[in-house]
């Protein structure tokens, strides 16, 4: 990691997002940009574009004072910019959120992006942030952190990768390693079965030895969970281990598929409880 992207919306969501975000970018030495982005509607006058215009600006000077006070907090609690092992900046755009973030993670080198989102409560806020974060996952290429509302910031000592053994998850292994050599944290690669049987252990040994063969400096331990629902077993494992985040690899759906079933990772990052760190599947361009 050595670009993190904070988007925030000044919410209290999106504060602890940012919190969380400059503790990464502390321990991992990277450098932090906090986001905020200004959309107006499309104006068809030349009396509407000029009342457009004088908002737009007003906007822009209002989010700056408050991103530069972010980034003040920020220096002062984590010593960014102050020989604190990391910088931190910020950026304000007039721009949809989901276009300036592809372009930024595809253009200028961010290679994790930190939201904040919520899991319920709030509907307005869970349709505002929730669905915010994933039209983010949807366009960009990097893996995405979703901090839920609420959470308390706490170290991350054990990362919990959710794996359906497929043979890509093992190079989308290699951030969650990354991660995890930051903190030195432990990875639990868990795998979750309405029953066990014998396929679905042979399964769990194959996939184990290829992944020990590709990370043999990197301790992981290996569960197999039987559960009806593969969201309940995996919430339900990480606060028996006390997880710090949860990791999920994020494949392609077809429009179908999108029509008829609503992925783990899409699913898990709406309603999240817990922190969510989302894998993208490597794209050719």
Do not use: W
């Amino acid at each position: 990691m050595k670009k993190i992207l904070c988007p925030t919306d000044f919410s209290d969501t999106a504060t602890r997002a940012v919190d969380y975000a400059a503790y990464i970018a502390k321990q991992a030495g990277a450098h932090l940009s906090i986001l905020h982005v200004i959309h107006l509607p499309i104006v068809d006058t030349s009396e509407t574009a000029l009342v457009a215009s004088e908002l737009l600006g007003e906007q822009m000077r209002d989010a700056s004072e408050r991103l530069r006070a972010e980034t003040q907090h920020i220096s002062e609690k984590y010593e960014a910019n102050r020989g604190g092992n990391f910088t931190c900046d910020y950026i304000v755009k007039e721009a949809l959120l989901t276009d300036i973030t592809e372009h930024l993670t595809k253009n200028e080198g961010y290679d994790l992006v930190v939201m904040g989102t919520t899991g319920g409560g709030n509907a307005l806020e869970e349709l505002l942030i929730g669905s915010n974060t994933e039209a983010v996952v949807d366009n960009i290429r990097c893996p995405l952190l979703a901090v839920p509302a609420g959470y308390n910031l706490s170290g991350i000592e054990k990362i919990i990768y959710a794996s359906d053994y497929e043979p890509e998850e093992i190079t989308a292994l290699r951030e969650v390693a990354e991660m995890a050599g930051v903190f030195n944290a432990t990875i639990d690669v868990v795998h979750v079965v309405k029953d066990s049987t014998p396929e679905s252990r042979k399964r769990a040994e194959q996939f184990r030895s290829q992944l020990q063969s590709e990370y043999p400096d990197i301790p992981m331990h290996f569960q197999e969970v039987v559960s009806k629902h593969r969201d309940d077993g995996l919430k339900d494992y990480f606060r028996q281990v006390n997880g710090s985040i949860l990791a999920i690899y994020r494949k392609e759906k077809s429009f179908l598929s999108e029509l008829f079933s609503q992925s783990l990772a899409d699913k898990m990052t709406y309603q999240a409880e817990v922190p969510l760190l989302v894998l993208q599947r490597r794209r050719n361009s």
